[in-house]
T-cell receptor, first 110, second 113 residues
Framework: AQRVTQPEKLLSVFKGAPVELKCNYS??????LFWYVQYSRQRLQLLLR??SRESIKGFTADLNKGETSFHLKKPFAQEEDSAMYYC????????????FGTGTLLAVQP | DTAVSQTPKYLVTQMGNDKSIKCEQN?????MYWYKQDSKKFLKIMFS???????INETVPNRFSPKSPDKAHLNLHINSLELGDSAVYFC????????????FGPGTRLLVL
């Protein structure tokens, strides 16, 4: 069965430090992966998707099929990056069946 | 500028009751979804509707009945509520089937006593 694992509930870093939020997945098909973010008192929203290979707000994520990982990275954390980050896997193709990890709270200290 | 809205935000009720959660999107999207986030924080899809037609029913008990009166609304009715139904329910939408889900509602926290 498909599964998304985010091993860290909380990641605390200082401003300017590099950030890596870990995500591992289990899926027998061709994975489509996403990162979603929820800022304080805001709604869950899409941050980036692996097929776009884009950098959003300085964040990037590379799909590593060998390690079944899709870690989210940013070289220099900013205080405004503090939020809950969820990794998600689409296992339904065009029907958009998303399954999410349990989330990692990123706390960027000044 | 509310894109996806849900009511109510909080719902506390007794076991055995019937309750509804409403969702509306003003984005002109064709596809809407209900997701459930359980006590362990796993967020999983329950249903998806495209232009008022059901396209995903992810092995959800038939006590849960989604209803889409038009493509801008997707309501969730739950009969005979059970303790295990306590969760946060999120509505979401996407432009059409196969397009990425960008927008979620604020969530409805349901507590069954």
């Amino acid at each position: 069965a498909q599964r998304v694992t985010q091993p860290e509930k909380l990641l605390s870093v200082f401003k300017g430090a590099p950030v890596e939020l870990k995500c591992n997945y289990s899926y027998s098909g061709s994975p489509e992966l996403f990162w979603y973010v929820q800022y304080s008192r805001q709604r869950l929203q899409l941050l980036l998707r692996h097929i776009s290979r884009e950098s959003i707000k300085g964040f990037t994520a590379d799909l590593n099929k060998g390690e079944t990982s899709f870690h989210l990275k940013k070289p220099f954390a900013q205080e405004e990056d503090s939020a809950m980050y969820y990794c998600a896997l689409n296992y339904g193709g065009a029907t958009n069946k998303l399954i999410f990890g349990t989330g990692t709270l990123l706390a960027v200290q000044p | 500028d509310t894109a996806v809205s849900q009511t109510p935000k909080y719902l506390v009720t007794q076991m055995g009751n019937d309750k509804s959660i409403k969702c509306e999107q003003n984005l002109g999207h064709d596809t809407m979804y209900w997701y459930k986030q359980d006590s362990k924080k796993f967020l999983k899809i329950m249903f998806s509707y495209n232009n008022k037609e059901l396209i995903i029913n992810e092995t959800v008990p038939n006590r849960f009945s989604p209803k889409s009166p038009d493509k801008a609304h997707l309501n969730l009715h739950i009969n005979s509520l059970e303790l295990g139904d306590s969760a946060v329910y999120f509505c979401a939408s996407s432009q059409e089937v196969g397009t990425v889900v960008k927008y979620f509602g604020p969530g409805t926290r349901l507590l069954v006593l």
